[in-house]
Every structure is written in C-alpha cells, then in structure tokens.
T-cell receptor, first 116, second 111 residues
Framework: GAVVSQHPSRVICKSGTSVKIECRSL??????MFWYRQFPKQSLMLMAT?????????EQGVEKDKFLINHASLTLSTLTVTSAHPEDSSFYIC????????????FGPGTRLLVL | GQQVMQIPQYQHVQEGEDFTTYCNSS?????IQWYKQRPGGHPVFLIQ?????EVKKQKRLTFQFGEAKKNSSLHITATQTTDVGTYFC???????????FGTGTKLQVIP
C-alpha cells in the first residue's frame, strides 16, 4: 500500500523556537496533503489542506502565520510551527491521497512535539 | 460547523462479545470512512462507504451507512484482543470535501 513518512517522529524544543515537520509520500505523488493535530485522548482535528503549487487552505481558527505550510513538490509537504509555545505541544499527523480526488487517505506515523 | 459525534466514548468488552460504535453527523455526508488507531499509532484506513444504506463487511467487521447519509455504524462480531484501539469515523462534506473526524470510540477487549 501507499506509504507516507514523517520526520522527525519526535521533537522537543524550547519555547519561542520554530520547528519544521516534513511529510513525504514515498511511493506515490500527492497533489493534496492534509495536516492534522491530535491532543491526547482526543480526535484528529484538520488544520489545513496543503496543495502542491498553491497556498494551503487553513481551517477556521488555525493561524496561518503560526503554522506555515509549504507543499514544495508532489511528494513533500512541510509544516513549520513558528515561535512555538507549550500549548502547541501535540501530535501532528499528515495524510495524503493516492491519486487526485482519491478518497482514501494514507496517514503518516505522526510527529510528537513537546515545547518546553 | 460540521460536527461528527461517536458513541460510546469508551467500551470494555469481554473477548468474544460483540461491539458496536455509532457515528452521527450534524450534516449530510458525501461519504464516510472508518479508521482504527492503536495506542501510540496513527490512523489506519479501514473502509469507505458512499451509497445511502450501504453495508460492507470485512471478516468480523460490518460497516453501515445510514439512509439519510448522516449516520454510520461499525459492528465487530466476536471481538478479539487484536481489535483493541480507537475507532474513528470521518465524514466528508462541504465545498472542497473537507473531512471531519468523529470523536472516536476506544475499545478495550478483556481476555
């Protein structure tokens, strides 16, 4: 099946620093990737839809200047958490569809961010 | 905005017993997907339902999409310890087909 990777898997940073998370589709091209965050024991919340070659579409309540998304190629999307604060600590997960318009999403393994 | 609720939130069953989780959307969905997430893991796609009243089976799992396309259910027959995890439904709707995840049902199977 389709494989999506994320890097890093775990990151600890100081408050005020920026953290970049990469999401890669390893064996397929993804026109669209999705970024979610998941707090402990809670559901996944869609943050934004990342579109290759265009600006990301952010969900209501998600600060676009704080969570910078760059979909540089058909196999790579990055999420940068700028000036991270402890409340940004969460599990960040990306997903990608196999084909344009494909409904099935394949999820990356997630990145656990801890901001001290 | 769209809300997708699941009940129950938690379920403990004895191994061999059946289990059902229900998913209810505040809006009509174009399709619904089900995912399983093991503790510490990421969601894994199980199935997608598209048609009104659709029923699909995967071994011991039975998925159903309501006639009004606003609710869905997942039924597991004769649970096993490998069924442990949190089951999420995810409904797709809206202009750009936004996916909204349900609140999840955490299943614990007692051997």
């Amino acid at each position: 099946g389709a494989v999506v990777s994320q890097h890093p898997s775990r990151v600890i940073c100081k408050s005020g620093t920026s953290v970049k998370i990469e999401c890669r589709s390893l064996d397929f091209q993804a026109t669209t990737m999705f970024w979610y965050r998941q707090f402990p024991k809670q559901s996944l919340m869609l943050m934004a839809t990342s579109n290759e070659g265009s600006k990301a579409t952010y969900e209501q309540g998600v600060e676009k200047d704080k969570f910078l998304i760059n979909h540089a190629s058909l196999t790579l999307s990055t999420l940068t958490v700028t000036s991270a604060h402890p409340e940004d600590s969460s599990f960040y997960i990306c997903s990608a569809g196999l084909l344009a318009g494909e409904e099935t999403q394949y999820f990356g393994p997630g990145t656990r961010l801890l901001v001290l | 905005g769209q809300q997708v609720m699941q009940i129950p939130q938690y379920q403990h069953v004895q191994e061999g017993e059946d289990f059902t989780t229900y998913c209810n959307s505040s809006t009509t969905l174009s399709n619904i997907q089900w995912y399983k997430q093991r503790p510490g893991g990421h969601p894994v796609f199980l199935i997608q339902l598209v048609k009104s009243g659709e029923v699909k089976k995967q071994k011991r799992l039975t998925f159903q999409f309501g006639e009004a396309k606003k609710n869905s259910s997942l039924h597991i027959t004769a649970t096993q310890t490998t069924d442990v995890g949190t089951y999420f439904c995810a409904g797709r709707s809206g202009g750009y087909q936004k996916v909204t995840f349900g609140t999840g049902t955490k299943l614990q199977v007692i051997p």
